[in-house]
């Protein structure tokens, strides 16, 4: 049979399962009859009345059941939408009901099987034989009980009904969850017919000695069969190994079930078929591997590892055909480099590793889960945003053309998550720039160059933007109580002048002069631009004067002069923002009516400063400490456009935390609280004190910072710092804290 026709003969559904993104797409690999006419959940008995001992069995073993249920939405599919992690409930329920499977809930999720290649027993679900798993906690774990409980009840519409298997795809419903539509006129999938097929036993269309289907491949057709195509036709799997390693007959190892390879060959070429009507860039084969990073870094277990940077890691690849995403200018991986400028998967090895820099800037590299999941939506977001405006006539020649693309699509608002664009810019181009574009002098095996001006005020990065998780403390932003030029920060005083200095810097490669403006707001976290800061200093602000190219000097502009808004100390958050002509900050992208969270704002433009530290007394004891935090206040903000699970957490100094001193909250039940979209809440403080302390046991902590962090679903949104001054006896005179 020609090997075109017998692909076509073959297509499957590529989607059983259509959800509300990000997760698991399920088919059914065995049709089976339901045996079991009972339920579970069924209390009764035949109309007879139990005995205690009885009754306290069931109750037992239903609380057993469940537990065993929720335990494995959780840990298959905590990280995907609702309908794929009601889709891992309804296919345990469903092996519950074959006469295959074990006959209890728990038996099925710990089942086990006889693999002999590995001459061992394997689980069902891998997650049971992880000894390092942890426990199911927070708002996922109370989401996976509740499908637990809705499948167990069956009071839920059936996803996948009769479906004993499962394999991962989420590259549709990902794409339909970051708010572009699928199908129809004007969707990002125009020309694709839906359901898109699929071919999970495919021979590629390069093996011309046999169609077999035994080599490593896979591959995303057009729906042309000569000519141009403008949507995606079949969608090809073939084996992940043939080296005898897995067995490439009775039992293969194919690539449909591989998350690197779905967002590769859909993500990669699929989109580029609908946008460009080709399968690859001009310049390059693909970002498909910069995609599949993004999709699968957040939880992997290699992010210590070199493997990290691999794409699909610990999969047989021929000698040299090994791609990675952390390929150097240095080892001649710069975009016009010995290696890097040869086109294909060499080209495509160099996209990935700008693009997966972006991500680990924007919380790829953070140590919470929920900010790499974001930042992975919205590294996701761009490229498609960024493809999706390409044309045929578009088609990225070079990466200066690719870059433009990005520029553009980091200035569309995002509508569906409610966030105004403009906010990644500079981190985009600094990555390009990282990568060896717009170098300027040197070889091509060097890094490029920063902008003509990049004035910048320094957080500790030297203005570029690596990630940093706490964005508050910029040592370059201080405040003095008189205008005396000196550094270092001193308390502001509530009703009291204050003046403010800012140091300013420029890695550009041109002399530059700047504006500098300062702005204060009540102390907080979970801070809105512009909505929560007030203008300090005159209104143009004050000029920067000359500020040499490559980092040549660095030039204190000051003093602006303020009063502390009405709370308790002068505890104001300070921002500052430097720009010129040349080199604008991000705050130039918004209109009048938008608004930017600071967790957003601060961290991804170096021209922007944010301070939120207040001196406190640590040079008498505990009394004055005591004294200075007792009923002082923040403002904790929900910059979501939805309703969030807020959590508070405090980081105590060794010198406390060593002596029994404690952090309280008022405002709250302890530390979580519930707001909804763009709410506030006051948060009061209270030091419980533990023993005393000299000045000299403050000096001897190199970390004296009491830290107060605002999470709003698990992601880092902001905090207070305040800092234990040895040299500070006493605070302010104090005057009762009041609402402004």
């Not at 690849?317 to 090994?322: A, F, H, S, T």
């Not at 007030?534 to 040499?548: E, K």
Request: glycine share 10%; aromatic share 10%.
């Amino acid at each position: 049979m020609p090997k075109s026709l017998r692909r076509w003969l073959n297509r499957i559904r590529f989607r059983w399962l259509a959800r509300d993104g990000g997760g698991l797409s399920f088919f059914a690999m065995l049709a089976v009859p339901i045996v079991a006419l009972f339920s579970i959940v069924t209390f009764a008995y035949s109309g007879r009345t139990r005995g205690e001992p009885r009754r306290l069995e069931v109750v037992q073993n239903r609380a057993r059941e469940l537990q065993c249920l929720a335990e494995n939405v959780y840990f298959e599919a905590r990280g995907e939408p609702l309908n794929g992690q009601y889709a891992v409930a309804e296919v345990t329920i469903n092996r519950l009901r074959s006469p295959f499977f074990p006959k209890t809930i728990c038996g099925v999720v710990h089942d086990t099987r006889w693999d002999p290649l590995r001459r061992r027993f394997v689980a069902h679900f891998s997650w049971t034989q992880m000894e390092d798993r942890g426990e199911p906690w927070g708002p996922l774990w109370q989401q996976s009980i509740a499908v637990a409980t809705a499948v167990i009840n069956e009071s839920y519409m059936p996803v996948v009904p009769d479906a004993l298997y499962y394999h991962a795809d989420n590259v549709f419903e990902t794409i339909e969850s970051l708010g572009f539509t699928l199908s129809g006129p004007g969707a990002y999938f125009d020309g694709t017919a839906f359901p898109v097929h699929v071919d999970h036993r495919a021979s590629s269309e390069f093996n011309l000695t046999n169609d077999d289907g035994i080599e490593v491949n896979a591959f995303c057709d057009g729906d042309a069969l000569i000519g141009p195509s403008d949507g995606i036709g079949l969608v090809g799997f073939c084996l992940s190994d043939d080296t005898g390693v897995a067995d490439t007959t009775t039992n293969p190892l194919g690539r449909s079930v591989d998350k690197w390879v779905h967002w590769h060959e859909i993500g990669g070429h699929g989109i580029l078929l609908d946008h460009v009507n080709s399968t690859n860039f001009r310049f390059a084969h693909s970002a498909g591997d910069a995609l599949a990073a993004f999709q699968n870094d957040p939880e992997s277990k290699l992010r210590s590892v070199s493997e990290r940077f691999q794409y699909a890691p610990f999969r047989t690849w021929p000698p040299g055909l090994d791609r990675w995403f952390n390929r150097t200018p240095a080892a001649g991986w710069a975009w016009d480099g010995p290696t890097g400028s040869l086109g294909g998967y060499s080209t495509e090895q160099v996209i990935a590793t700008t693009l997966f820099r972006v991500y680990q800037a924007l919380g790829g590299d953070a140590i919470d889960l929920p900010k790499r999941w974001h930042a992975s939506r919205v590294a996701t977001y761009l490229v498609l945003n960024a493809i999706g405006r390409l044309s045929p006539g578009t088609n990225p020649t070079n990466a200066e053309d690719l870059f433009l693309a990005f520029a553009l699509a980091n200035g569309d608002d995002w509508a569906s998550e409610g966030l105004s664009g403009g906010a990644y810019g500079k981190v985009l181009r600094w990555s390009f720039e990282k990568q060896g574009l717009w170098r300027v002098g040197g070889s091509n095996t060097d890094p490029g160059s920063p902008p003509p001006v990049d004035l910048y005020i320094d957080d500790g990065r030297g203005g570029e933007y690596q990630y940093q998780a706490v964005h508050w403390i910029n040592p370059s932003v201080w405040n003095r109580t008189i205008p005396d030029g000196q550094e270092g920060s001193q308390p502001g005083g509530e009703g009291v002048q204050s003046y403010a200095y800012v140091k300013v810097k420029n890695r550009g490669l041109t002399d530059a002069a700047g504006t500098v403006k300062i702005y204060h707001s009540l102390p907080g976290a979970g801070l809105t631009w512009p909505t929560d800061f007030v203008q300090a200093g005159p209104a143009a602000g004050l000029p920067s004067g000359n500020v040499l190219a490559n980092n040549g000097n660095e030039v204190i502009v000051g003093p602006f002069p303020w009063t502390p808004n009405a709370n308790a100390y002068g505890h104001d958050c300070l921002l500052a923002i430097v720009e010129s002509a040349q080199d604008l900050s991000n705050v130039a992208n918004f209109t009048p009516t938008q608004t930017i969270e600071e967790w957003r704002l601060v961290p991804h433009d170096n021209n922007i400063g944010q301070r939120n530290v207040q001196l406190i007394p640590g040079g008498s004891g505990m009394e004055a400490l005591a004294m200075a935090l007792d009923g002082a206040f923040f403002m904790a903000g929900n910059t979501f456009h939805k309703a969030a699970r807020m959590e508070l957490k405090s980081e105590l100094p060794q010198v406390l935390a060593s002596r029994g001193w404690k952090l309280h909250f008022g405002g709250v039940d302890g530390t979580t609280f519930q707001l909804e979209a763009r709410e506030k809440r006051r948060i009061t403080l209270r030091l419980s004190a533990g023993s005393d302390f000299t000045a000299e046991d403050v000096r001897g902590d190199t970390n004296r910072d009491i830290v107060v962090s605002l999470y709003g679903d698990g992601m880092l949104l902001g905090g207070m710092t305040y800092r234990l001054d040895p040299t500070m006896r006493e605070a302010p005179d104090r005057i009762p804290p009041r609402e402004r």
